[in-house]
């Protein structure tokens, strides 16, 4: 169902790719957008019990994708280093495929909002909730549900013992 990678000395093992998730800070969403074009939307995250999650407003080209198909990925850069000595960049990214939902059931929501806010707020919990109960009816939130995860890393990165 889903190929495999070609160099496979520089394939990130599943374990890490997953925990390299929890150090991410933000990702691109890509969904099938519209006229069969593919849209790539850059978002903050969480990953949580093994799914990632999203915040979003109530209407959009992002929501009307996922209701049209909700196959879709999600992609995380961790390194970028470029080393223009050697003409090359160290490099290490995550790409995550599965499926996304609209979260309708508002327990949830709040859970899921809460978990993503605490992420990148942790000591501002008591503003972060009186901000996300300001405005919870006017976001959404997203969960994908992780079917294949994988992640590669720089050649130079595995010959230097790094996982």
């Known amino acids: 169902m889903f190929r495999k990678m070609r160099r496979v000395r520089q394939l990130l093992d599943t374990d890490f790719a997953k ?47 996922i209701k049209n198909n909700d196959k879709v990925s999600f992609t995380v850069i961790l390194q970028d280093n470029l080393v223009a000595e050697k003409f090359t960049s160290y490099f290490m990214s995550v790409i995550a495929f599965g499926r996304a939902r609209v979260i309708e059931d508002e327990e949830e929501k709040r859970k899921t909002i809460s978990i993503l806010s605490d992420r990148y707020f942790p000591e501002m919990k008591e503003e972060s909730y009186d901000e996300i109960n300001s405005t919870f009816d006017r976001f959404h939130m997203i969960e994908m549900t992780i079917e294949h995860i994988t ?13």
């Open 19 to 65: 925990d390299a998730l929890n150090r991410g800070s933000s990702g691109v969403l890509s969904v099938h957008g519209d006229d069969g074009y593919p849209y790539g939307v850059p978002l903050s995250y969480v990953y949580h019990d093994g799914k990632l999650y999203f915040h979003t407003a109530t209407s959009g080209h992002k929501l009307d994708a």
């Open 151 to 163: 992640g590669k890393q720089a050649i130079e990165l595995v010959n230097d013992g790094n996982q």
